[in-house]
């Protein structure tokens, strides 16, 4: 997808800027991104606290990828209960060549974050992709293709490779936190005791179960809330006209959403609120335009005949804004006396995100006596507004001669 011709999402190395929206992120803006990370990790805090596993259950790659496999090996006539498959040989071949389309598309979606579908396609047709994709496309697929063949659900659940309660581990560091996070107001899915009268053990529940537990036992850490044993057993009870006995519920203690208020919880909530506010804050006072100065090396300060001095740097530009911009420099002193500037600092035409590096000079209006002259340095847009501001000093050279 573009956004006025640019990449809705997109990774771009050679300049080391991100488009995102519309807008271009350059790498010094990775302060933006620091706290972006740390309000996702703060949704997910929460997300769990108060839906338990639905990240698992419901928008997961790894669960998309094995939906994905499970759907096509049932559309095949494979058996798929409580996440195991039943194929026959012919099955398994169809299933492994799906894997390996699966995992190549996977790999290339991938890669489309860092090129763009439409040069990658192109490319792949002239046979110029480069090594670079070539090797992600690879290492990805090959990754994703034995994760389909061998992993899938083992991912989200306890993996006991000598039995049962002997070296368990758990593969998915998500699914770790898990038993950290779930508190006693986490929506969860409940076997609803008071009813288990109405049971009739038809063992649906367990067989449509893709991690495999069984729900009438309590509540298990394996649960993802994906909900299909809810839905089994409502189709069964609803042939005898009665509600299922599986429902969702906040808390094992029947309190529904006043479960939620309880003090962890409305902490989270509370520091995520601030993070938020302070990206949005951010966000919208991002300069237009960045200036860095730096002295420039090998150019020493020289004093004029006029007595006057000069002093050498580069400056660097950066236009933030996806617009052309005309940008110039101006100097003035801490009083506000105009400092004179030599230099292609004027006129500067720079497209959306573009940068530019130049070389200037600053002179002093008089002669600096020893110590150094402090200069503003401001990047004006042409209609009076100063998009940045830098700091230089003109110094005295050290022998102090022509
Ligand atoms: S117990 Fe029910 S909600 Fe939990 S993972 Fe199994 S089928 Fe999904
Ligand atoms: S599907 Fe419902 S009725 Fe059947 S065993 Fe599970 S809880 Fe009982």
């Known amino acids: ?46 997300l769990t606290l108060v839906l338990g596993r639905a990240w698992c259950g419901w928008a997961c790659p790894q669960t998309t990828l094995t939906d994905a496999a499970e759907g096509l090996a049932r559309l095949i006539g494979v058996k798929v209960e409580a996440g195991k498959m039943t194929a026959s040989t012919g099955q398994k071949v169809l299933l492994q060549l799906f894997y ?41 697929g090959g990754a994703v293709y034995l994760n389909l063949a061998l992993v899938r659900r083992l991912m989200c659940k306890e993996f006991c490779p000598y039995g049962r309660r002997l070296m368990c581990k758990e593969f998915c560091p998500y699914g770790r936190f898990q038993t950290v996070l779930v508190d006693p107001g986490t929506l969860t899915l409940r076997f609803h005791p008071d ?30 809330n994906c909900g299909r044993c809810l839905d089994a057993c409502r189709q069964v009870m609803a042939r005898r006209q009665q509600p299922g006995i599986i429902r969702y519920t906040f808390g094992l203690q029947g309190r529904g959403l006043k479960a939620l208020l309880n003090p962890r919880l409305l902490l989270v909530a509370l520091v995520f609120a601030g993070l938020s506010a302070g990206l949005v804050v951010a966000m919208v006072g991002r300069p237009e335009a960045s200036l860095k100065l730096a002295r420039a ?61 130049f070389n200037f000079a600053l002179v002093s209006p008089q002669a600096v006596p020893g110590s150094p002259l402090r200069v503003q340095v401001a990047l004006d847009n042409g209609r009076g507004e100063t998009l940045a501001r830098e700091q230089a000093f003109i110094t005295a050279p050290k022998d102090n001669k022509l």
Not at 200 to 218: E, H, K, M, V
Not at 322 to 337: I, K, N
């Open 297 to 357: 090396a090998g150019a020493a300060s020289r004093v004029l005949a006029d007595g006057r001095q000069v002093t050498f740097f580069n400056g660097f530009v950066t236009n933030r804004l996806q617009q052309e911009r005309v940008l110039s420099l101006a100097a003035t002193l801490e009083d506000g006396t105009p400092v004179e500037v030599k230099g292609p600092v004027f006129n500067i035409a720079l497209g959306g995100g573009e940068k530019e590096r």
């Open 195 to 224: 009813e288990a009268h109405r049971c009739i053990g038809c063992g649906a529940c367990a067989r449509s179960c893709p991690t495999g537990i069984d729900i009438r036992r309590g509540y298990q850490i394996e649960c993802i």
């Open 1 to 46: 997808m573009r956004i006025d011709g640019r990449s809705l999402l997109r990774l771009d190395i050679p300049t080391l800027s991100l488009q995102a929206f519309g807008e271009t992120f350059r790498i010094e803006e990775l302060y933006l991104f620091l706290l972006l990370g740390l309000v996702l990790v703060l949704v997910f805090l929460l």
């Open 100 to 140: 390996i389309g699966l995992s190549l598309l996977f790999a290339a979606n991938l890669t489309w974050y860092f090129v763009s579908p439409y040069d990658f396609f192109a490319r792949l047709s002239e046979g110029a992709l480069g090594g670079g994709v070539l090797l992600t496309l690879g290492v990805v």
